[in-house]
């Protein structure tokens, strides 16, 4: 059973610009959430999507938003890039979400990099 | 707001050495409790969820238990391979699938 596929893997973009980071989740699993992993702050939480809506926002400004297609598969977009959003952005599937039971599967993972 | 404080931040082991990574956390309601594996460059790799004060759950040279306040990942006689950055994550019962993380513990095992 393939894993979670995230691309690009790398990416390099300068400031004022936008990306978009693509997820394919586990086949059968409905909950995609993205997170951003740095060296100071460790993993945090952007959002959470469901069935095609997000169920649950970290603490990040609106330029990061989001998306789940109807299989499941997900985008996070952030726009007017700034040189601190440089960091590794993770991708984790799960069955069904909202229950401890209910384990998330983490990408690979996106690096960006923002000159 | 969640928290979860993990200690130390580095480690570092002679093959055979057992050692525990300490957890500590802050929840309003414990729905579970989450230890995960990291390897440089890749996402991290789940190792186990534990549910309640009292669990265990053994794999290998690997035990996590959890109380109260702090959950604990024992190491017994590792190896080189078992060199990596170990995450701990907790999610409540109020906030759905959200994973609060701590900053980890990279272990070094050497020969």
């Known amino acids: 059973k393939a894993g979670v596929t995230q691309t690009p893997r790398y990416l390099i973009k300068t400031r004022g610009q936008q990306v978009t980071l693509s997820c394919s989740p586990i086949?059968?699993?409905?909950?995609v959430s993205w997170y951003q992993q740095t060296p100071g702050q460790g993993l945090q939480f952007l959002f959470e999507y469901f069935s095609e809506t997000q169920r649950n926002k970290g603490n990040f400004p609106g330029r990061f938003s989001g998306r789940q297609f109807s299989n499941s598969r997900s985008e996070m977009n952030v726009s007017t890039l700034e040189l601190g959003d440089s960091a590794l952005y993770l991708c984790a599937s799960a069955t069904w979400g909202g229950g401890a039971k209910n384990i998330q599967y983490f990408g690979a993972g996106t690096r960006l990099s923002v000159l | 707001e969640d928290q979860v404080t993990q200690s130390p931040e580095a480690l570092r082991l002679q093959e055979g050495e057992s050692s525990s990574l300490n957890c500590s956390y802050t929840v309003s309601g414990l729905r579970g409790l989450f230890w995960y594996r990291q390897d440089p460059g890749k996402g991290p790799e789940f190792l186990f969820t534990?549910?309640?004060a009292g669990e265990e759950k053994e794999k290998e040279r690997l035990k996590a238990t959890l109380t109260k306040k702090e959950s604990f990942l024992h190491i017994t006689a590792p190896k080189p391979e078992d060199s990596a950055t170990y995450l701990c994550?907790?999610?409540?019962?109020?906030?759905?699938?959200?994973?609060?993380f701590g900053t980890g513990t990279r272990l070094q095992v050497t020969l």
């Open positions: 994550a907790v999610q409540d019962t109020g906030t759905a699938s959200k994973l609060t």
């Open positions: 086949s059968g699993h409905r909950s």
């Open positions: 534990l549910y309640s």
